[in-house]
Structure formats: structure tokens, C-alpha cells
């Protein structure tokens, strides 16, 4: 069972919702090819198919529904716009998705259809049950969802389980906590190198930086910079200056007078960058599990309101300690930050010695329990549940 079987993915992304849910499902997609899965994407729009395939050069496009023949899933990746979907609107498109689901052979098993989208309705669930093995990935609990495999990798502590286990219970099955984050290709078995001595700390800010938080940690830094310049190894500090980060200029201009600065713009794959550094600093989200996977040691912080649930499991589980909120104190969460620093290296920021310490004891520790939290596999295990559906 299996092999040669169909599954639809059905999500979107485009400039509204932007681009996680076609990243995450990608990432999935790709470990039920290696099984040996059918793929095809559903989606809603040109943009989310631009999107897309500007991530897959192998994917063929299917333009019409005709086209849904057996001979339209040769081994690579499909994609189909749906002709009557609106990303928002799901209910729009069941007579054309049933219809997919009825009309098109997909031998002696039901098909797989594989949602993702915050814009799901329990009539559209339970119409699709007749037709299909569905899996749906939750993030936001809306209500109790009626499918065969429900998905949800939030950081769940063993005093929060139960009610998740309560919230799900129409779902047949469940794959639940942070050991089923669908991380990128990129970060799955690629562990990071645990060297000696911390040499290299990545910071980022995700794409954009609306509180000037890197200005702020430059500033700090060169404050302090006759104290680090005077060590004997002072670690070099990348910073990640994201696409939409009004600050370049002035960035720039500070990272002149500080050697152990370097920055970094258009980096197109962050895993080659996280996995040279020893440490990172990072602003709560989907890189969080992406450390993780890496075993890259490292403290978050929050900007948003959407990032302080995550920060917290994190810290809870002993994986990511969280420096605060840098939109109530951004000073105090830098000097967080610079005590993780400390703690996890020789490096002294107030010209203070510090008493001789192997840097590489907490840094295993932290190490192992982000590993323990998620390590990279999480998209194979969703394809292994979804083969045996």
C-alpha cells in the first residue's frame, strides 16, 4: 500500500497569506514522493502557482481537468489551479473537487487530500469523507475537525497534551508536538558541527525588522566594542539584514566600525549560513524549529503578538530560552540576550574576566534538548502516516 497512490495537496499562497503554507506542504510533499506518492497540487490561483513552481523546476502544469488522466501522474510534482476556487471561499469548489475525487481513476485505494488552509468549514470536511482519505494541518484549533489524520506541531508540554487530544477528537488519528514540524529539505539531516569554542553567532529577524531590533543590538555592541575588541577571540556576529528591513543604510554604516560584525543581505538558503554559526539569536517563529533540526544552540525573542505562544513552549520545554518582548523593553531583552551570549561562550561583555569555564557543556545540554524537541524528520513522519491511510 502506497506506492503509486495519489495524494492532493490543497493550499494557497499568495501576497494575503503569504508563503508558509505552500513551504510547510512542499517540505511533505516532497518525503511522500520518496515514498513513492503521486503528487498534485491544488490550489487557487495563478499567484499561488507562480509561487509554487518558482520553488519546483521538475513540477508540470495541469491546465484543465481533462488532463487528470493516469497518465498525468508520471513521477513528478503536478499542479492544477482550481477553476472554481477562491482562497478564502472554500465551499466554492467542492463540485469541481468531488468531481476530481470521482471521476479521475486512482486505482484500487481512495486518494489522499491533504489540506491546509485557515479558510476550512466542517460541511467541506465532511463532504470530502465519502470521496477521499483526508489529513488536515491545524494550527489555530477552530473547531474539532472530522478527518482521518489531523496534524498540529505546536511545542505540546505533557500538562498541555490532554486538552489537544480533547480538542481533536472527531480526527481518526493525530500527530501531535514538534517532532512533526515540517521543516525545509534544507534543514532535514544536516546536523551542525559542535565545535570547541564558539566562533560565529547568527542573528535574524525573519524578513523585516519593525522595531529596529538589529540597530539596537549594533548599537549596544558598540558600546561594548573596546571591551569584545580587547578578548582574545572575539566570535564574529552575522546579521541577517531580511528583504523587507528598512534599516540597511544605517546598518551599514555602524557594522564600519565594528570588526566582529558582518552582514548579510539576499541570503536566498539560511541553512548553509545557521549551520556555520554556533549561536544564534532569533525572533520567535518557523526558524525556531528550523535550529532545532540543526542543533544550533540559540535564545528568540518576540515582536508580535503571534510569536508569544511559540516563544514560550519553547522556553518551557528547556529547548529556546525567550529574551522578552523587545516591544516593551528592548534594551532589557538585549542585555537577555548578551547573558545567553556569556553563559554560552568566553565571551566577556563588560571588560569583567570571567572565571575559566568549558563553554561547550551548556551549549551540548541546550543542544540535546532541542533535538529531543524536533530534529528534523517531521515531514517524513507525516508522509509515512499518510502511506498508511
Known amino acids: 500500500m502506497g506506492a503509486d497512490r495519489i495524494i492532493y495537496f490543497r493550499t494557497d499562497g499568495n501576497s494575503r497569506i ?43 502544469r495541469e491546465d484543465d481537468s481533462e488532463a487528470y488522466g493516469s497518465e498525468a501522474f508520471s ?22 473537487v468531488s468531481f476530481l475525487l470521482t471521476h479521475i481513476s486512482h486505482g484500487a485505494e481512495k486518494p489522499v487530500y491533504f489540506l491546509d488552509s485557515y479558510f476550512v468549514t466542517e460541511k467541506y470536511l465532511l463532504s470530502l469523507q465519502p470521496l477521499a482519505k483526508t489529513a488536515y494541518l491545524d494550527d489555530l484549533q477552530l ?20 486538552s489537544y487530544e480533547a480538542a481533536y ?38 524578513g523585516s525588522d519593525p522595531f529596529h531590533f538589529c540597530l539596537d543590538l549594533l548599537r549596544t555592541l558598540r558600546t561594548r566594542s573596546s571591551c569584545l575588541s580587547s578578548q582574545e577571540a572575539t566570535p564574529v556576529f552575522h546579521i541577517v539584514i531580511g528583504r523587507l528591513n528598512t534599516d540597511s543604510r544605517q546598518l551599514h554604516e555602524l557594522a564600519k566600525d565594528l570588526p566582529f560584525v558582518t552582514l548579510h543581505e539576499n541570503v536566498t538558503d539560511l541553512s548553509f549560513l545557521m549551520r556555520d554559526c554556533d549561536l544564534a539569536v532569533s525572533a520567535a517563529g518557523t526558524t525556531l524549529y528550523e535550529l532545532c533540526a540543526l542543533g544550533v544552540p540559540a535564545v528568540s525573542f ?52 570571567a572565571a575559566p569555564a568549558s563553554c561547550l557543556v551548556p551549549r551540548k545540554a541546550a543542544r540535546q534538548a532541542m533535538i529531543r524537541l524536533t530534529d528534523g524528520t517531521g515531514a517524513m513522519k507525516i508522509a509515512q502516516a499518510l502511506w498508511k491511510l
Open 18 to 60: 503569504a508563503t508558509g503554507h505552500l513551504v510547510r506542504t512542499l517540505s511533505i510533499a516532497r518525503a511522500c514522493q520518496r515514498l513513492g506518492m503521486e503528487v498534485c497540487f491544488l490550489l487557487s490561483d495563478e499567484e499561488s502557482r507562480e509561487l509554487l513552481t518558482g520553488f519546483l523546476p521538475d513540477a508540470r
Open 75 to 96: 513521477g513528478r510534482l503536478s499542479v492544477k489551479v482550481l477553476k472554481t476556487a477562491v482562497f478564502d471561499d472554500l465551499e466554492r469548489e467542492l463540485a469541481e
Open 143 to 162: 473547531f474539532d475537525y472530522p478527518v482521518s489524520l489531523l496534524i498540529n506541531y505546536d511545542v505540546i508540554t505533557q500538562e498541555t497534551l490532554p
Open 169 to 206: 477528537s472527531n480526527a481518526k488519528k493525530t500527530l501531535l508536538g514538534a517532532v512533526y514540524a515540517p521543516v525545509r529539505e534544507q534543514f532535514q539531516n544536516r546536523m551542525a558541527p559542535l565545535r570547541e569554542a564558539v566562533s560565529d553567532i547568527l542573528v535574524t529577524t525573519g
Open 302 to 353: 518576540t515582536m508580535a503578538d503571534n510569536q508569544l505562544t511559540a516563544a514560550r513552549a519553547f522556553a518551557d520545554a528547556g529547548a529556546i530560552p525567550c529574551a522578552g518582548d523587545i516591544r516593551e523593553n528592548s534594551g532589557k531583552v538585549i542585555e537577555e540576550i548578551l547573558l545567553f551570549v556569556t553563559e554560552m561562550s568566553e565571551l566577556c561583555f563588560d571588560c569583567v574576566p
